[in-house]
């Protein structure tokens, strides 16, 4: 299977402190799935986590919400996030 780069661009409201972050999420989908996701509160860059999956099985459709969850994860939980 031939990769390809998808972008997501979202908002995310925080549950504790209700803070609203932007965050623009692009990764690749193939047999090597390469993210990176940068983060901004007010415009201003808070973090840019990133990572890579390797051999899994999931479908498109799985994978984005695979990385939405743990790109929104890692804004409630301030991990790598600016404060």
């Known amino acids: ?3 390809h780069t ?3 661009q979202e908002l995310y409201t925080r ?3 209700g803070e609203i972050f932007r965050y623009e999420l692009r990764y690749t989908h193939g047999h ?3 993210w990176s996701a940068h ?3 007010d415009e201003i860059l808070k973090g840019t986590p990133q990572g890579v999956i390797e051999d899994h099985d999931m479908d498109e459709a799985a994978l984005r919400q695979y990385l939405v ?3 929104e994860g890692v804004i409630e939980r ?3 996030i600016a404060e």
Do not use: D, L, P
Request: glycine share 14%; no cysteine.
């Open 1 to 3: 299977m031939k990769s």
């Open 6 to 8: 998808q972008t997501i």
């Open 15 to 17: 549950k504790v402190g």
């Open 32 to 34: 090597s799935v390469k």
């Open 39 to 41: 983060v901004y509160q």
């Open 69 to 71: 969850s743990y790109v």
């Open 78 to 80: 301030g991990m790598g």
